[in-house]
């Protein structure tokens, strides 16, 4: 059995516990509850807080983890990474306030700075050879400046409001992070043939999130420039309508690219578009 550990709450577990529903895999939860097991699939899911997930999985307590990538490099244990989850998305940022001047990274030389994540950005800043003096704190980083602890700031952003909330604005992106799938790297072969099973129903799941299926009419005279904006798969499904010189057109489409293509479909005449979500994608 595989034994999976997730942060216990908060909209990273959200997302977790939802993929791992959408890959079929049932299991009671309860917020009491540190664990539960699957019913359909030999997995364990732990609940544990994210700054523990990475400890766990590289000593083997745990066989796998889904934790931000910003939380595992902090960690020191980037070689556990197996590969990007797509949600949870979120940037390490360095944030100073509103009245401050700032023209470039250089400004920072010599400042105290204020972070949760001391690693991140002490190599950061190395790379541009700015010395800075960082105060590790954990939580409530934003409210460090307006205390006199710190100058700047360096700290997770999603949207930005807390920033603005607190008079800071945001004038360097650190890191780039989402969720990530970890792994023990001394897995027992029939533990890594579980991963490979979990991993090819995860990718399933993202890829149907990431394309939607379209079905629409089209003219035989303009099927040619259809074909061109649908390429499918590996090409479009195409199929004769009982109304002669019509066919019905049946394609996958990017979710990035879907509006563009769609308005592009309208103009060469394609009629009657069908938009419908994907529930799996196996390539």
């Known amino acids: 059995m595989l034994r999976l550990a997730i942060q216990k709450s908060g909209r990273l577990s ?141 700290d997770i952003v999603s949207s930005g409001s807390t920033l603005l909330g ?27 043939e579980l991963l490979e099973q979990l991993q090819f129903r995860m990718q399933a799941v993202r890829r149907a999130r990431r394309n939607k299926y379209i079905v629409l009419n089209a003219p035989v005279a303009a099927l040619e420039a259809v074909k061109a904006l649908l390429p499918g798969i590996k090409s479009p499904t195409v199929t004769k309508l009982a109304e002669e010189g019509w066919v019905s057109v049946q394609s996958v489409v990017n979710e990035d690219d879907f509006w563009h293509i769609t308005s592009q479909l309208k103009a060469v005449g394609a009629e009657g578009i069908l938009v419908l979500p994907i529930e799996k994608m196996i390539s």
């Open 14 to 154: 959200e997302d977790s516990l939802n993929l791992i529903r959408e890959c079929g895999i049932s299991f009671l939860s309860a917020s009491y509850k540190l664990k539960t097991e699957a019913t359909n699939f030999p997995l364990e899911i732990l609940y544990l807080r994210d700054d523990d997930i990475p400890g766990y999985v590289q000593d083997g307590v745990a066989d796998l983890g889904i934790v931000g990538q910003n939380v595992l490099v902090e960690a020191g244990f980037p070689n556990l990474e197996v590969e990007g989850l797509g949600f949870s998305k979120c940037r390490l940022s360095l944030a100073v306030p509103r009245a401050a001047a700032y023209d470039s990274i250089e400004d920072l030389q010599g400042v105290n700075i204020a972070t949760s994540y001391p690693r991140i950005l002490g190599d950061y800043l190395a790379e541009r050879g700015v010395k800075a003096n960082l105060h590790t704190i954990s939580g409530s980083v934003e409210i460090a400046p307006s205390i006199g602890l710190a100058e700047a700031i360096c």
């Open 166 to 192: 607190n008079g800071l604005r945001e004038v360097e992106t650190v890191f780039r992070s989402e969720a990530v799938l970890i792994a023990n790297q001394n897995l027992s072969a029939e533990k890594q």
